[in-house]
C-alpha cells in the first residue's frame, strides 16, 4: 500500500482547475473574436473587390458604346439614352457592326444596355451595373457626355465618355463621390 501512495503525487486543487479553465476560456473568446472579426473584413474585402471590378467591367463598355456613337444618334428620355453605335465583332454575329442601344435601369435597378439590330425584332440586355438608385445623363459639350449614377448606399459615380471616341483624353477610373 504504501507504494500506491507514493506514485499517486499531488492531485490538482478545485482553485487551480478553476483557473486553468478560465485562462482556456478567455484565450477562447479572444480567438473567436479575431476569427470573426477575420471573416467580415474578408466579407467586406470581397463585396468591395466586386464592386470595383463592376465599375471597371461598365465603365470599359459606356467607353466602347460612346467612342462608337455618332452625337446625332443620342436621345435623352425620361430614364433611358438611347444611341446608334458600331457594335464591331460581336459575339453574336446578329449583334455585330451597326446596332441601336437603350442606356435604361431594368425592374431590379440594374443598370442595363438593350441592343437591337436594325431592321429586326432581335434584342439582348447586357447587365452593366448593379443596385443602382439612381441615374442621370448629361451632355458636357460637343463630345463629352456624363452618366452619373448614385447607387443604393448614396455614392455618386460618374463616367465621363467622350462620343466618336478619343480613348487618349478617356480617364482611367470612374469618379465616386458621397461617403
Not at 507514493?6 to 482553485?15: A, E, Q, V, W
Not at 470599359?60 to 452625337?71: G, H, K
Not at 435623352?76 to 435601369?105: C, H, M, P, Q, Y
Given at each position: 500500500?504504501?507504494s ?62 460612346f467612342?462608337?456613337t ?10 433611358a439614352?438611347t444611341l ?21 435601369l ?36 460637343e ?36 461617403s
Amino acid at each position: 500500500m504504501a507504494s500506491f501512495k507514493k506514485n499517486r503525487g499531488h492531485p490538482f486543487t478545485l482553485m487551480e482547475a478553476s483557473i486553468a479553465f478560465t485562462l482556456v476560456a478567455i484565450v477562447t473568446h479572444l480567438l473567436m473574436g479575431f476569427m470573426r472579426n477575420t471573416i467580415f473584413l474578408a466579407e467586406e474585402m470581397s463585396s468591395i473587390r466586386k464592386t470595383v471590378l463592376a465599375r471597371q467591367k461598365c465603365y470599359a463598355r459606356l467607353l466602347q458604346v460612346f467612342s462608337q456613337t455618332e452625337r446625332e444618334s443620342l436621345e435623352i428620355k425620361e430614364e433611358a439614352l438611347t444611341l446608334s453605335f458600331e457594335n464591331g465583332l460581336d459575339r453574336e454575329l446578329l449583334f455585330s457592326g451597326l446596332v441601336g442601344g437603350e442606356i435604361s435601369l431594368d425592374n431590379d435597378k440594374n443598370l442595363i444596355l438593350t441592343l437591337t439590330k436594325k431592321g429586326t425584332a432581335e434584342s439582348r440586355i447586357e447587365y452593366l451595373f448593379p443596385n443602382v438608385a439612381h441615374m442621370d445623363f448629361e451632355a458636357v459639350g460637343e463630345r463629352i457626355f456624363l452618366v452619373t449614377l448614385v447607387d443604393k448606399r448614396d455614392k455618386e459615380i460618374v463616367f465621363p465618355c467622350y462620343i466618336g471616341g478619343d480613348s487618349k483624353k478617356t480617364p482611367k477610373s470612374p469618379s465616386v463621390e458621397g461617403s
